[in-house]
């Protein structure tokens, strides 16, 4: 079993840059893969990144791409989203997940059973 709590949301003027941590418990995360996901107001969750934990390659989608970056921090089991250049479409609940995944499975989020709780990230003026 895996607990996940991340940390580090706040508010953040557009341009201004962000880091988000994923802290891990209950278990080693090797082996596992992780997802990055955010929820707006009124929109579905939606698959931000994910991170290979044992050979430390990182995916992102496409809106967020060249923008965030995905980490880890393997001494503290903990992964961590760096964003840079952030913009109002940014603002949402961000959440971690985990799971033992295929490549192909990482966007979709019905395939992570552990999920932190959430941290929120707003972006204004």
């Known amino acids: 079993q895996v607990q996940l709590v991340e940390a580090g949301g706040g508010l953040v003027h557009p341009g201004g840059s962000l880091t988000l941590s994923c802290a891990a418990t209950?278990?080693?995360?090797?082996?596992?893969?992780l997802g990055w996901f955010r929820q707006a107001p009124g929109k579905d969750r939606e698959y931000v990144g994910a991170?290979?934990?044992?050979?430390?390659?990182?995916y992102y989608a496409d809106s967020v791409k060249g923008r965030f970056t995905i980490t880890r921090d393997s001494a503290k089991n903990t992964m961590h989203l760096q964003m840079n250049n952030l913009k109002a479409e940014d603002k949402a609940v961000y959440y971690c997940?985990?799971?033992?995944?295929?490549?192909?499975?990482?966007?979709?989020?019905?395939?992570?059973?552990?999920w932190g709780q959430g941290t929120q990230v707003t972006v204004s003026s």
């Open positions: 997940a985990a799971g033992r995944l295929i490549l192909s499975s990482l966007p979709f989020e019905r395939h992570y059973p552990y």
């Open positions: 209950g278990s080693s995360l090797s082996g596992y893969r």
């Open positions: 991170f290979s934990w044992n050979d430390r390659r990182a």
